[in-house]
């Protein structure tokens, strides 16, 4: 996907979530969410729409001091579903008026506005399945999009240490976790090293991995996000159990 396509899936994401929560009662816990409401994901979602939106504003070229951003929050909950559509349409301005080839500071890998785009996106897609899954409803992943959020989830995760402390006792002495579609193509190989982990992209590294998870791609990106178990029917698990347990239990995002 290329960021075009990311603007345009955090519109219908957008949209989909306010769509799903406009009628809810905003007070029902939402489960994949410990101690959240509705109200308290809807709010979630559009003050990270509208922090990242700033970001990409100012075009930021240093890690920020502060998150302080006018939320313009509505005076009761019933009116944060247009309050999240409302975030939606800004930061789509401002997407139209930025080259997503920037140069900016990101937490990630990738440096440029772009990160931003890319990572708005699956922040509202895994929340909004978090809204359907607390009204009792089945979520639908596109696959095109599943398979991008794994790679955006795998590629960034080495690099979210800061806030996800756990991530950085992802070590090993030289080995690797496969994560492979059964639904199509989509293949990712994480190698564990002593001093950390990463995605393997060299063609020329890849090999035979010591555990693997296989899964559509719908998901293996919701059990990357801790909303399923990786010992569900829904995944083939091959290879090293306890190297699979340490991933899991250090990954969460």
């Given at each position: 996907?290329?960021?075009?396509?990311?603007?345009?899936?955090?519109?219908?994401?957008?949209?989909?979530?306010?769509?799903?929560?406009?009628?809810?009662?905003?007070?029902?816990?939402?489960?994949?969410?410990?101690?959240?409401?509705?109200?308290?994901?809807?709010?979630?979602?559009?003050?990270?729409?509208?922090?990242?939106?700033?970001?990409?504003?100012?075009?930021?070229?240093?890690?920020?001091?502060?998150?302080?951003?006018?939320?313009?929050?509505?005076?009761?909950?019933?009116?944060?579903?247009?309050?999240?559509?409302?975030?939606?349409?800004?930061?789509?301005?401002?997407?139209?008026?930025?080259?997503?080839?920037?140069?900016?500071?990101?937490?990630?890998?990738?440096?440029?506005?772009?990160?931003?785009?890319?990572?708005?996106?699956?922040?509202?897609?895994?929340?909004?399945?978090?809204?359907?899954?607390?009204?009792?409803?089945?979520?639908?992943?596109?696959?095109?999009l599943a398979v991008d959020g794994?790679?955006?989830?795998?590629?960034?995760?080495?690099?979210?240490?800061?806030?996800?402390?756990?991530?950085?006792?992802?070590?090993?002495?030289?080995?690797?976790?496969?994560?492979?579609?059964?639904?199509?193509?989509?293949?990712?190989?994480?190698?564990?090293?002593?001093?950390?982990?990463?995605?393997?992209?060299?063609?020329?590294?890849?090999?035979?991995?010591?555990?693997?998870?296989?899964?559509?791609?719908?998901?293996?990106?919701?059990l990357l996000y801790g909303r399923?178990?990786?010992?569900?029917?829904?995944?083939?698990?091959?290879?090293?159990?306890?190297?699979?347990?340490?991933?899991?239990?250090?990954?969460?995002?």
């Amino acid at each position: 996907m290329n960021p075009a396509q990311h603007g345009a899936a955090v519109a219908a994401e957008t949209a989909g979530f306010v769509a799903t929560v406009r009628a809810a009662d905003l007070s029902a816990p939402v489960p994949t969410c410990p101690g959240w409401t509705l109200a308290d994901l809807t709010q979630h979602v559009g003050s990270v729409h509208r922090w990242f939106t700033e970001l990409l504003r100012r075009r930021i070229q240093q890690p920020p001091t502060s998150r302080e951003v006018d939320l313009r929050l509505p005076e009761h909950p019933d009116g944060f579903p247009d309050w999240l559509a409302a975030s939606a349409s800004e930061a789509a301005e401002v997407f139209a008026a930025t080259d997503p080839d920037a140069p900016m500071w990101a937490w990630g890998g990738d440096q440029h506005a772009r990160f931003w785009v890319r990572r708005m996106l699956f922040e509202t897609l895994v929340h909004r399945v978090d809204a359907q899954l607390a009204l009792g409803l089945s979520p639908h992943i596109d696959r095109v999009l599943a398979v991008d959020g794994i790679d955006e989830f795998l590629t960034n995760l080495p690099f979210a240490s800061p806030f996800a402390p756990l991530t950085a006792q992802l070590r090993a002495p030289d080995r690797s976790i496969r994560f492979s579609c059964t639904d199509g193509d989509g293949d990712w190989l994480v190698g564990l090293r002593p001093d950390g982990f990463a995605l393997v992209t060299d063609r020329a590294e890849l090999r035979a991995a010591d555990a693997t998870v296989q899964g559509t791609a719908a998901d293996l990106l919701l059990l990357l996000y801790g909303r399923l178990d990786h010992r569900s029917d829904a995944f083939q698990l091959l290879g090293d159990p306890d190297l699979l347990a340490h991933w899991f239990t250090h990954s969460t995002f």
